[in-house]
């Protein structure tokens, strides 16, 4: 991999920057989460910007590009911890892009695109969370699928008007199905994950028509969904990436300025030591996500790299947070304190990618499969 980017790539790097930047201010978050969790302007803006489009093809006003770009961008975002569902929205996207047909693509796309239709993702199940093994049962019925099931903590789904649902016909094949949130015989129940964005835990009991199901109609979605899965891992490192540097910068500020002793806290070896170790920890989970993005986007098969990706996005992305915390001593325990905001959003994806013990046995096992 040639790991410098583009011209295109930083330009639109920067423009995400300028954009979170300018309008996802700390005391921004604050009021938004005090409303209702979702920054519609900062969405509306990401939609002007051509952002919210970033992975539809052009045909459909999007920009037509990749898995890296996503993640330059949601680098960005998390950087900034602001409150929009770009990252399930654009993954069920590039989902539509790949696998659905031209007719479903054409009617939603170009309001994805715009910003005028919001959509996410169903991945996670009740129990043993297994992407591969759906918790939700699909029986085929006339005119369509009958889903009949939960789906825990899918994000922004109260405001989604679409959720991309993974389920499992009793013989084991796989059905990407993509439901209308208005539909009947689906309910959703608004929950706030810890890291303070809003989710919502569905159940199913509906029929979606055979013109929503994106894939596995007549066939089994299981390579479908190992691809939405694995660029949904990769979105939620990319997040992660972002979520570590803003709490390097809080805390290397914090570090210069605070004085103890007549000295500054930088001053301090114990202190300068671990300060450098998340900064160095934050690089390999920069190098890490942006390989297994590439490998994605070039078609590779990306199985290790992700599970390298998300084993430094788990390990790596928590010691970074909570060094964060630590190094601001006292401060860092308020919980109106910036950088525990970071702190939740870390812990938070840490939780939704899985134990890093995990990531390690399955990486072993892929090694010695070889």
Request: glycine letters at 8%; proline letters at 2%; charged letters at 15%.
């Amino acid at each position: 991999m040639n790991f410098d980017l583009t011209d295109e790539q930083n330009v639109l790097a920067d423009l995400a920057q300028q954009i979170f930047e300018g309008l996802s201010t700390i005391e921004r978050i604050v009021d938004v989460q005090a409303s209702d969790g979702f920054d519609r302007q900062l969405w509306n803006e990401l939609a002007k910007a051509g952002l919210l489009g970033l992975c539809v093809p052009e045909e459909y006003g999007g920009l037509g590009m990749n898995a890296v770009e996503l993640s330059l961008v949601l680098e960005k975002q998390g950087k900034t911890i602001a409150q929009v569902p770009l990252w399930a929205s654009s993954v069920a996207a590039m989902t539509l892009a790949e696998y659905a047909d031209t007719t479903l693509q054409s009617l939603l796309l170009p309001n994805v695109s715009d910003g005028t239709t919001i959509l996410s993702v169903a991945i996670a199940n009740i129990g043993a969370n297994d992407a591969m093994n759906p918790s939700v049962v699909a029986t085929d019925t006339d005119g369509g699928v009958r889903l009949v099931g939960s789906k825990p903590a899918v994000a922004y789904a109260q405001y989604a008007h679409f959720v991309l649902v993974s389920a499992k016909r009793a013989d084991g094949s796989i059905v990407l199905a993509l439901v209308d949130t208005d539909a009947r015989g689906v309910t959703l129940n608004a929950v706030s994950g810890s890291d303070l964005q809003p989710q919502a835990n569905m159940d199913f009991d509906v029929v979606v028509p055979t013109s929503h199901i994106v894939i596995g109609a007549t066939s089994d979605g299981r390579d479908a969904l190992r691809w939405m899965h694995e660029r949904a891992l990769v979105a939620l490192c990319a997040i992660q990436l972002g979520v570590a540097q803003g709490s390097i910068a809080l805390t290397a500020e914090h570090v210069r300025t605070r004085h103890q002793f007549g000295k500054p806290l930088s001053a301090q070896q114990a202190v300068a030591v671990r300060a450098a170790d998340a900064y160095i920890t934050t690089e390999a989970m920069r190098v890490t996500t942006l390989n297994a993005a590439w490998r994605l986007a070039e078609g590779f098969d990306a199985r290790q790299d992700v599970l390298v990706a998300m084993y430094w996005a788990t390990e790596g992305g928590h010691s970074v947070v909570l060094a964060g915390q630590h190094l601001h001593g006292g401060i860092g325990a308020d919980i109106s304190y910036p950088v525990h905001r970071f702190f939740l959003w870390g812990i938070q994806i840490s939780t939704q990618l899985g134990g890093a013990s995990q990531h390690l046995a399955r990486l072993g096992k892929l090694i010695a499969a070889r």
